[in-house]
Structure formats: structure tokens, C-alpha cells
């Protein structure tokens, strides 16, 4: 079992409409969870964190966390052409551990 | 304002030829990371260190070692390269991670892309 897993995609939504992003992962004792963008050919860079259950919201984000079912989403309100990129779901335990990436296409 | 500085940008190796990335950051960070992002893929972990004079491996470590004699440096060196190898090398640094600050994050240079002929 991987240790954390996104739907790879693509996924492809039209602009203004919700993006949800979707992550799980394997190890309970894992302590902070994170959402990385990614565009083509660049560097992540962080859009947010969310460490404890419930959610959290900035600007366009809302995080997701539900350590009962080992289980952390993103969504994306009001999708940007801009938000076109892959979304890459992180775990920290010791280090830091990254999913595969779930490749997002908002359609103008 | 240069946080995480990775050189070089683009390198093309033959196959069992070796080299060093370099990176460093100026961030005063104690941790810092070697990662690896095939084509399509997410990121992988190759080693890790928690201060000058510790390193630890990752998922990855086959085929590579580093050294931290510093806090603001950590080259990792490629040994007798593979086309395996071929990939975008990313270096990062933290403020401790976990429990060291729930919302600590990584920060990451900008990358380098190895190609392995």
C-alpha cells in the first residue's frame, strides 16, 4: 500500500465550477497534512496546510481532514483556467511524503 | 530573498560518469531534502538531514549519497549514473517538521533536470 494516494486524473472541470481533489494515506500517526501546486515544468508551491479534523478555508481553497478515515481533499471554488496544473497531496510523519499528483484542467 | 538555491539547472551525463548537485539555502533552516520527480510522477524522498553532520535515506537512496558539513549546504552526488537517474532533482528545506511546528512547511529551489545518456 502507498503510502499516500491521489487519483491521478486528469480531471477536468469548466471555469466556475468546484474542483475536489482527493487524497488518502496509510500511516495514523502521521501529523500535518499539506497541498502543493504544481505547474509544467516548475517547482511545488504550497497553497495550504490543515492539521486538525474538519476543514479549513483560504480565499478560494477549503482543506478537508478526517484522520478517522485517513483521508484529506482540497477543494477549489469558482475554478480559474489559472488553476490548470497538478495538485500534489503531502504527509508528514518524520519527513515529508508526497502523492503521485492528481492532474487538474479547468476549461475556459 | 534567495531561499533554496540549486546548481546546475540542466545537466546531460553519460552513462558511469559521476556528479554533484549542489544546494544551499539561506533560510537558517536545520532540515533539508533531496527529492526526485520522474516524469508524471509525484515526488520522491532520496535522503533527508536534520542538521549538519546527520543524514538519513529516503525511499530512493540507491545510487546516490550526500553529505551536510554545514547547515547551509547539502550536494548530493550521483555515482556511476544510470539512465534510471534521468529526472528533475529537487532540493528543500524545513524548520523542523511535525511536531516541531504542525504548520512547518518545505520549501523548495527551483530544480534540476538530469539527463543520463
Known amino acids: 500500500q502507498k503510502e499516500v494516494e491521489q487519483n491521478s486524473g486528469p480531471l477536468s472541470v469548466p471555469e466556475g465550477a468546484i474542483a475536489s481533489l482527493n487524497c488518502t494515506y496509510s500511516?495514523?500517526?502521521?501529523?500535518?497534512f499539506f497541498w502543493y501546486r504544481q505547474y509544467s515544468g516548475k517547482s511545488p508551491e504550497l497553497i495550504m496546510f490543515?492539521?486538525?479534523?474538519g476543514d479549513k478555508e483560504d480565499g478560494r481553497f477549503t482543506a478537508q481532514l478526517n484522520k478517522a478515515s485517513q483521508y484529506v481533499s482540497l477543494l477549489i471554488r469558482d475554478s480559474q483556467p489559472s488553476d490548470s496544473a497538478t495538485y500534489l497531496c503531502?504527509?508528514?510523519?518524520?519527513?515529508?511524503?508526497f502523492g503521485a499528483g492528481t492532474r487538474l484542467t479547468v476549461k475556459p | 530573498n534567495a531561499g533554496v538555491t540549486q546548481t546546475p539547472k540542466f545537466r546531460i551525463l553519460k552513462i558511469g560518469q559521476s556528479m554533484t548537485l549542489q544546494c544551499t539555502q539561506d533560510?537558517?533552516?536545520?532540515?533539508m531534502y533531496w527529492y526526485r520527480q520522474d516524469p508524471g510522477m509525484g515526488l520522491k524522498l532520496i535522503y533527508y538531514s536534520v542538521g549538519a553532520g546527520i543524514t538519513d535515506k529516503g525511499e530512493v537512496p540507491n545510487g546516490y549519497n550526500v553529505s551536510r558539513s554545514t547547515t547551509e549546504d547539502f550536494p548530493l552526488r550521483l555515482e556511476l549514473a544510470a539512465p534510471s537517474q534521468t529526472s528533475v532533482y529537487f532540493c528543500?528545506?524545513?524548520?523542523?517538521?511535525?511536531?516541531?511546528?504542525?504548520?512547518?512547511?518545505?520549501?523548495f529551489g527551483e530544480g534540476s533536470w538530469l539527463t543520463v545518456v
Open positions: 500511516d495514523r500517526g502521521s501529523q500535518s
Open positions: 490543515i492539521y486538525s479534523n
Open positions: 533560510m537558517n533552516h536545520n532540515y
Open positions: 503531502a504527509v508528514v510523519l518524520n519527513d515529508m511524503r
Open positions: 528543500a528545506s524545513s524548520y523542523p517538521l511535525g511536531q516541531g511546528g504542525p504548520g512547518n512547511t518545505i520549501y
